[in-house]
């Protein structure tokens, strides 16, 4: 098994529709590079168009990649990335914020064929790994990211559904991915093949662990059975289980994780947030310096876990690249 660490490196306020968005949470990412480097992990930033015009973040992702200490992927934000049109949920910062794979194929693939170029302009290297904004991802997107060069994807949310969260207005919303497993799969498209590493999130807890269909059932039917919603509330409130160091998790529910991880086989585990929850008062998980102070105890209680069980990092290029699937 081998760990990946992917950030989602945006802008501070993506939700404040109408301003213009900024990016001081790039200033917080060095200690937060340095903790990666002191355990031999190298994180992978996923990166929006945003980022890219920022110098402070071109300087430290550019120095990060010459090192070999980081890998720079993309993120796309639809919303952010040109071109756009004056249509609800086509505009500039619009308020509704679209899925990607809401969008016509021909805008998606001018939208990532520019955030392509501009990360490649912006830190010298061609990105080839991807996630999408809000996870909205399908088999549009994954051919239209093979159209573009890209070898690998970590957008899949297994256990969990967005087909509830908006996009365009009028639109099918997000994509449902509760029937999805955690595992590596390949998306085999007419213009070639993409690897999808999901995000590693799964149930912990007996009996979900036993049987997948049966998990896929009980989160498919659990917000409209009140039996259900009663058996959640008493034992399965946190589940699924996902690795990612937000309030709520602990050492103890990580490592319960990993174990489930490990007792499946996965190959890869990975972990994901996002860059603003690295600046106090950037992000809703962490308001105030107490709540960054204890993010960082957590990401190095987990670094020492890892180490002691002699599971080490890769990026999801290197990935891609040594997993034969």
Not at 69 to 83: D, F, K, R, V, Y
């Amino acid at each position: 098994m081998k760990f990946i660490i992917t950030i989602d490196t945006e802008g501070d306020n993506q939700w404040d529709h109408g301003r213009d968005l900024t990016v001081e949470n790039i200033k917080y990412i060095p200690r937060f590079q340095e903790l990666c480097q002191k355990y031999g992990i190298s994180p992978v930033y996923l990166v929006t168009s945003e980022i890219c015009n920022d110098a402070l973040a071109r300087e430290l992702f550019t120095g990060y990649i010459k090192k070999g200490e980081a890998e720079i992927g993309a993120h796309l934000h639809s919303w952010t990335t040109p071109p756009f049109f004056d249509h609800d949920g086509f505009r500039e910062n619009d308020p509704d914020h679209a899925f990607a794979s809401e969008l016509p194929y021909d805008l998606l693939n001018q939208k990532l064929s520019v955030l392509t170029r501009s990360i490649e302009d912006s830190f010298g290297k061609r990105p080839t790994s991807f996630r999408s904004g809000r996870y909205g991802f399908n088999e549009d997107v994954a051919k239209a990211l093979v159209e573009n060069g890209y070898l690998v994807d970590s957008s899949v949310t297994p256990y969990v559904s967005w087909k509830e969260q908006t996009g365009i207005p009028g639109g099918h919303g997000g994509p449902d991915f509760i029937g999805y497993r955690p595992t590596p799969f390949r998306y085999s498209l007419p213009n070639g093949s993409l690897l999808e590493i999901p995000i590693t999130i799964m149930p912990t807890r007996f009996p979900l662990t036993i049987n997948h269909n049966l998990a896929v059932n009980y989160f498919k039917h659990v917000n409209k059975s009140i039996i259900l919603r009663a058996v959640r509330k008493l034992l399965y409130s946190n589940q699924p289980v996902w690795l990612r160091p937000v309030p709520g998790s602990d050492i103890g529910l990580l490592t319960e994780l990993l174990n489930a991880a490990q007792r499946k086989h996965l190959p890869f585990i990975i972990m994901m947030f996002h860059s603003s929850e690295l600046m106090p008062g950037c992000s809703k998980y962490r308001p105030d310096e107490a709540s960054v102070e204890e993010l960082y105890v957590l990401l190095e209680e987990f670094y020492k876990l890892l180490s002691d069980r002699d599971i080490t990092s890769l990026t999801l290029s290197e990935a891609a690249q040594n997993h034969n699937l």
